[in-house]
């Protein structure tokens, strides 16, 4: 194995070094990617060393540089170093970090990198934490929690009765609530009809008047809030501490949706955008987003621990003590799973408490770096960048396209298109722990030299 392990330890760290010259988009379509892959699997297997080279070749292809320093689409991150060779150790350790039964090492690395993290996220020390796959189950798991909560108060215990005949469940939340919300509702069994939707101010936060007079419409019964720290598109935050405090004046549940937003919390200069965020019940929060751990890596925490394994705990003979003491997997939705506190471990150790908050901090200022270069040149950008988020317009939505298509076949760097206000619009994130200021200036001159082409030769 050793020659194995070298090898695609040394492929790994050969693609690493070419992140920052090669192209950011695939090098080929879909369909030349399935007939790279699609061959025929055959009776006979093949030994593992060329497995590998094989698989090396086919995928060179069709691999994006999402963790290289310019790419800017959807919200990504990339991986740190450590963060990445911890994950590889994760693989061949094979270990699952079901409890610490099945493996001491992992159970005790995420209840380090755990506590590291409530430190750096401003949350209570006291609250309970899940290392899920990432936002969707943080807010699958943080609602669930919510859910458990606010029935066991109207009386009722929905893991034994279920859902049928309950009391019902309204759940409020922005206008401008990422998408997964609405899927965790749904698997819930909490329906998008039970969610009220609170319009959102010009750049996404809640309109917290809109929302009082939502609460003051719906003065009983069972009540979940989900906030969101760091829209998708703008960046925008919630205002936590005015909403947590009505909220639960009126005995509701509060949810914050802050897959990457909520690391404004690590950052001191930047801490007051997310202002009162410890209030809250429920959190999800990403590690392979901005932290720049590799995938899979999210987080649920909640602030009453019990709650949180009432509603997504399960029991076994097999499990000696289980239901009695609360542990790893008493707060997420896998039974077996990777073991993802190393990488996040390392990541953290890697930075340290002041690299995090520079992390953070450097992503806001290239940020407003991109924006300034494009409006410079004559571009609209359409949001208020307050943290990593910027959009721009290059005039009508078909001139956006146009552009976006453009910068996106030029492969100097990649940002995709959004729908904001009912504009196309290009959104552009900056969340990788690579990208310098002459990464933002290169990208920015590409887009503005395909954004103004020149004018063709004059014929004399
Ligand atoms: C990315 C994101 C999610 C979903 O997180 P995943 O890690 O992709 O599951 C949820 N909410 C917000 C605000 C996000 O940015």
């Known amino acids: 194995?050793?020659?194995?392990?070298?090898?695609?330890?040394?492929?790994?760290?050969?693609?690493?070094?070419?992140?920052?010259?090669?192209?950011?988009?695939?090098?080929?379509?879909?369909?030349?990617?399935?007939?790279?892959?699609?061959?025929?699997?055959?009776?006979?297997?093949?030994?593992?060393?060329?497995?590998?080279?094989?698989?090396?070749?086919?995928?060179?292809?069709?691999?994006?540089?999402?963790?290289?320093?310019?790419?800017?689409?959807?919200?990504?991150?990339?991986?740190?170093?450590?963060?990445?060779?911890?994950?590889?150790?994760?693989?061949?350790?094979?270990?699952?970090?079901?409890?610490?039964?099945?493996?001491?090492?992992?159970?005790?690395?995420?209840?380090?990198?755990?506590?590291?993290?409530?430190?750096?996220?401003?949350?209570?020390?006291?609250?309970?934490?899940?290392?899920?796959?990432?936002?969707?189950?943080?807010?699958?798991?943080?609602?669930?929690?919510?859910?458990?909560?606010?029935?066991?108060?109207?009386?009722?215990?929905?893991?034994?009765?279920?859902?049928?005949?309950?009391?019902?469940i309204k759940v409020v939340a922005g206008e401008e609530r990422h998408a997964t919300v609405d899927r965790s509702l749904r698997l819930l069994g909490l329906g998008t009809e039970s969610l009220r939707a609170v319009r959102a101010d010009a750049n996404g936060a809640i309109d917290v008047a809109e929302l009082r007079r939502v609460l003051d419409e719906e003065t009983d019964g069972p009540l979940i809030v989900c906030l969101q720290a760091g829209n998708v598109n703008t960046g925008a935050c919630d205002d936590m501490r005015t909403v947590c405090e009505l909220v639960h004046a009126r005995g509701g549940w509060v949810h914050v949706d802050g897959a990457f937003g909520l690391w404004a919390a690590a950052s001191p200069a930047i801490r007051h955008l997310v202002d009162g965020v410890e209030l809250?019940?429920?959190?999800?929060?990403?590690?392979?987003?901005?932290?720049?751990?590799?995938?899979?890596?999210?987080?649920?925490?909640?602030?009453?621990?019990?709650?949180?394994a009432s509603a997504v705990s399960y029991v076994a003979p097999y499990l000696t003590g289980s239901g009695?003491?609360?542990?790893?997997?008493?707060?997420?939705?896998?039974?077996?799973?990777?073991?993802?506190?190393?990488?996040?471990?390392?990541?953290?150790?890697?930075?340290?408490?002041?690299?995090?908050?520079?992390?953070?901090?450097?992503?806001?200022?290239?940020?407003?770096?991109?924006?300034?270069?494009?409006?410079?040149?004559?571009?609209?950008?359409?949001?208020?960048?307050v943290l990593n988020q910027v959009l721009v317009s290059f005039g009508d939505d078909a001139s956006t396209e146009r552009v976006i298509a453009a910068v996106q076949d030029d492969g100097t760097c990649w940002m995709g298109p959004t729908t904001w206000r009912g504009r196309r619009l290009m959104r552009i994130s900056v969340s990788n722990a690579t990208t310098t200021e002459a990464d933002i200036t290169r990208s920015a001159e590409a887009i503005i030299r395909l954004a103004h082409p020149p004018l063709p030769p004059r014929r004399s």
Not at 45 to 60: K, S, Y
Not at 286 to 306: E, I, M, Q, T
Not at 360 to 368: G, H, I, Q, S
Request: proline letters at 4%.
């Open 280 to 308: 809250a019940d429920s959190w999800g929060c990403d590690g392979h987003k901005w932290l720049n751990v590799p995938y899979d890596s999210g987080f649920a925490f909640c602030a009453h621990p019990v709650t949180h």
């Open 1 to 168: 194995m050793d020659d194995l392990f070298l090898r695609a330890a040394e492929l790994g760290a050969a693609y690493r070094r070419s992140l920052n010259e090669r192209p950011v988009r695939a090098a080929a379509g879909e369909e030349e990617l399935r007939k790279l892959f699609g061959v025929e699997l055959g009776r006979e297997g093949t030994p593992a060393a060329r497995v590998i080279e094989e698989l090396a070749e086919a995928a060179a292809h069709g691999l994006v540089s999402s963790a290289g320093p310019r790419y800017f689409g959807f919200v990504v991150g990339g991986s740190l170093p450590s963060a990445t060779a911890a994950d590889m150790l994760a693989a061949a350790w094979d270990q699952n970090a079901f409890n610490a039964t099945l493996s001491p090492a992992a159970i005790a690395a995420e209840e380090a990198a755990g506590g590291w993290l409530k430190e750096l996220l401003g949350l209570p020390g006291t609250a309970s934490v899940g290392f899920v796959t990432g936002g969707q189950a943080a807010n699958t798991v943080g609602l669930a929690a919510g859910r458990h909560h606010v029935l066991a108060a109207a009386g009722w215990d929905v893991e034994t009765r279920g859902l049928i005949g309950a009391p019902p």
């Open 324 to 385: 009695v003491v609360h542990r790893a997997a008493d707060f997420t939705l896998e039974s077996s799973r990777r073991a993802r506190g190393f990488a996040v471990w390392a990541a953290l150790r890697e930075l340290g408490r002041d690299g995090v908050a520079e992390l953070v901090e450097r992503c806001c200022r290239l940020a407003r770096q991109f924006a300034e270069q494009l409006r410079a040149a004559g571009f609209e950008i359409a949001n208020d960048v």
